[in-house]
Nanobody
Framework: QVRLVESGGGLVPTGGSLRLSCAASGGTFQIYAMGWFRQAPGKEREFVAAVSQSEGRTDYADSVKGRFTISREKAKNTISLQMNSLKPEDTAVYYC????????????????????WGQGTQVTVSS
């Protein structure tokens, strides 16, 4: 059974930075695409960023482009999300997601695209 474990959340002031990490373990990983989503109180879970297994392909939500950077350790199922210039509207629980795929360069941005989910880590940006 796949286990995704996030770390790195916390409380930061507006304009601050945080780095989230996620490690996948426990499953049979062939080609494994991964991503980040977030969910604020009273809102639906939304896409933040995604990265392919290889080829370095990434995708970002418009709301975080230019501020967040997703990265992946080469040949590992470990990803990070560097979040800069944080805003109060970035406050949410951030979830790591993953899925096996046939396509090493594919990125996925839908919540229903992913099979595996972490427990989430809280990010709070104070105004």
């Amino acid at each position: 059974q796949v286990r995704l474990v996030e770390s790195g959340g916390g409380l930061v002031p507006t304009g601050g930075s945080l780095r989230l990490s996620c490690a996948a373990s426990g499953g049979t990983f062939q080609i494994y695409a991964m991503g980040w989503f977030r969910q604020a109180p009273g809102k639906e879970r939304e896409f933040v960023a995604a990265v392919s297994q290889s080829e370095g392909r990434t995708d970002y939500a418009d709301s975080v482009k230019g501020r967040f950077t997703i990265s992946r350790e080469k040949a590992k199922n470990t990803i990070s999300l560097q979040m800069n210039s944080l805003k109060p509207e970035d406050t949410a629980v951030y979830y790591c997601a993953g899925r096996n795929t046939y396509y090493s360069g594919r990125v996925y941005s839908g919540t229903t695209d992913y099979k595996d989910w972490g427990q989430g880590t809280q990010v709070t940006v104070s105004s």
